[in-house]
């Protein structure tokens, strides 16, 4: 494939919920850490963004894990969205040869959600078609770097239902952190033939839905839930290098003013340890609602500023 993917990418993805509830619990209200009350979000709470994002914006992608809905106005499970998806009928594959299987995988891997997050395809009433692919792309769940926003709930009345209530944080700015591996897929390439690996134009998709899904969904709940900054660290395609966590050496800052910033610079200085093994570095962020601090002048020949609205192109594309 002329436009596989290859290298391995770290970063992160910064969203900021003002007056909103960006994941809930199942009691409403946002998720909090047990051991000290911050706030936190699931991966799945990003992929649910990001899945839904590319669904209505790339309309020649499949997206097999999201809601598909039938003639009743009521979702699909995972059988028929499947056989909907690609308009055949599972079997039951307990007994039969491991080329039928094979075919469920390459249809799979048809799917953007399954090559960039993998997939656990456990379809009832089709025996013998279990599958489980671990994704190339692997996002933890995000924490909050403000740590002051506080929780308060407001009662709603709306028509034909009884007051309820809608519970919000004040503020809060959680990041993800995550890490792409394209030798997750690339390793079945061995076992099922003509399968469907990570390209480039996948990566920028990818891209495009990381610094877009949050603000993009603007539901009543989730009004106030914005991409904020994003960053992408791109190693060398020969790279075997193993990246922590950026959570670890980046700051968030509030002055006096209201405004905000991150400081990355000692993000930068410890990239800096591993020059030769890096090929770029991007940061997506807006700045005029924002500040990028970085007082290191290492790696400067590296990093490239985008604008977080940009729209992210295949490189490889004519």
């Excluded at 000290?36 to 209505?56: C, E, P």
């Excluded at 059988?79 to 909907?84: P, Q």
Aim: hydrophobic share 35%.
């Amino acid at each position: 494939m002329s436009n596989e993917f290859k290298n391995r990418v770290y970063g992160c993805v910064v969203v900021k919920a003002v007056n909103a509830n960006y994941n809930a619990d199942f009691s409403g209200l946002p998720r909090r850490l047990k051991s000290d009350g911050s706030f936190y979000a699931t991966d799945k709470s990003f992929k649910w963004l990001v899945r839904n994002y590319i669904k209505k914006n790339y309309s020649d992608e499949k997206v097999l894990f999201t809601k598909h809905f039938h003639d009743k106005i009521e979702t699909n499970d995972l059988k028929t969205s499947y056989e909907t998806l690609f308009d055949t009928k599972l079997k039951d594959n307990s007994n039969v040869k491991k080329s039928d299987k094979d075919s469920v995988f390459k249809n799979l891997t048809e799917c953007i959600d399954v090559r960039l997050f993998g997939a656990t395809f456990t379809p009832d009433g089709a025996k013998g078609n279990n599958i489980s692919i671990h994704g190339n792309v692997q996002i933890n769940h995000a924490t909050d770097l403000y740590k002051k926003g506080r929780v308060y709930t407001d009662e709603i009345l709306a028509p034909f239902t009884a007051i309820g209530s809608m519970s919000k944080a004040t503020e809060a700015h959680y990041i993800h952190n995550f890490s792409v591996n394209p030798e997750n897929l690339l390793s079945w390439e061995k076992i099922v033939k003509d399968i469907k690996t990570l390209s480039s134009s996948d990566i920028a998709i990818l891209k495009n839905a990381f610094n877009n899904s949050a603000t993009f969904y603007d539901s009543h709940s989730k009004a106030g839930v914005e991409n904020e900054l994003s960053i992408y660290v791109t190693l060398n395609e020969s790279s075997i290098l193993t990246l922590p966590s950026f959570s670890q050496f980046i700051t968030f800052e509030k002055d006096k003013e209201g405004n905000n910033s991150f400081d990355i610079t000692k993000l930068i200085n410890y990239l800096a340890k591993y020059k030769d093994e890096i090929e770029k570095i991007d940061l997506f962020y807006i700045e005029e609602l924002l500040e990028v601090k970085n007082s290191s002048d290492r790696l400067s020949d590296k990093i490239e500023q985008h604008d977080l609205l940009e729209v992210v192109k295949d490189e490889t594309a004519s």
